[in-house]
């Protein structure tokens, strides 16, 4: 009996990647999406690969329909893993971010990965054993103006996989990170923008100009996809699997660049910040 896993968001970008990549390599993926029209989108997919997967329909966001749904997937077929890779991008500088949006933000790219190991680690430790892969990104060591609240959620959920790796690590339960760079998931094409004119109305659309550009040349998320199956493969996974040349090369100027240097960087590429011969 192949092993069931479980891959949040999975109707898009690297979710859906992820779900064909696994099934593909025979185990009995569970694909959570928001509706019924995602989910017949993921079997869409699935057919045009050749491949079987199941969809079930959960709003990670809501603490009920998650319980609700994990418990019905766990009734059908013991989890063996789960892959957290729902979560949204919301631009804005810190002051343009209420707190609504704020609180929406670290709900689904923070809260709900953790609710979702409380649900799945009671079977994992009865059983001895299991994976929790959570998907970051590099935005979750490396910090940019005008993505405050994202990079806050993704440096949370770094934080809360590393104490979490450590309390389950002697029940045979498996975590790990995932550290994608840039990839060409669309998640920023759909980013949440401010509404109403601020300071920085010309810093976002350069942001959504460059970004809309780039994904042209952006690599194909079956890369972080293949990276998620090494791990869960792996009889000793890593604890953070950092992918991508621009993650890597980000997160060593980090390391190694003076803040003050790196600081002045960031505002000049995001157009938070000019050069005095420009103002």
């Known amino acids: 009996m192949s092993k069931t896993v479980v891959v949040t968001g999975a109707n898009s970008g690297i979710g859906l990647a992820t779900t064909l990549e696994l099934a593909g390599a025979g185990y009995d993926v569970v694909g959570t999406v928001r509706s019924e029209a995602k989910a017949y989108a993921l079997y869409d997919a699935a057919t045009e690969r050749g491949v079987a997967v199941q969809a079930a329909v959960v709003d990670i966001s809501d603490a009920e329909s998650t319980a609700k749904g994990f418990a019905e997937i766990e009734g059908r077929s013991d ?5 957290n890779n729902a979560g949204y991008a919301q631009a804005g500088a810190i002051e343009d971010v209420d707190d609504d949006a704020v609180r929406a933000q670290l709900e689904v790219n923070l809260v709900a990965p ?7 680690l009671p079977g994992m430790r009865d059983r001895g054993e299991g994976r929790i892969v959570n998907i970051s990104s590099v935005a979750g060591r490396v910090s940019l103006p005008l993505m405050g609240w994202y990079c806050a959620s993704k440096h949370g959920l770094e934080s ?3 104490a979490l790796r450590m309390e389950v690590g002697d029940a045979g339960i498996h975590v790990s990170l995932v550290e994608p760079g840039s990839f060409g998931t669309g998640i920023w ?6 509404d109403g004119s601020t300071r920085f109305d010309e810093a976002y659309d350069r942001a959504r100009r460059s970004t809309s550009a780039g994904m042209r040349v952006m690599p194909d998320p079956v890369w972080v996809a293949r990276t998620v199956r090494l791990a869960l493969g792996s009889p000793v996974p890593l604890a953070r699997y950092l992918i991508g040349a621009d993650a890597v ?3 060593l100027a980090e390391r190694l660049v003076p803040t003050a240097i790196t600081d002045v960087v960031k505002g000049l590429v995001t157009g938070v910040r000019r050069l005095p011969f420009m103002r």
């Open 249 to 251: 090369s980000g997160v």
């Open 189 to 194: 094409d759909g980013a949440q923008y401010p």
């Open 114 to 120: 953790a609710r979702i190991a409380r649900l799945v």
């Open 79 to 83: 989890i063996w893993a789960v892959v």
């Open 160 to 162: 809360m996989t590393d």
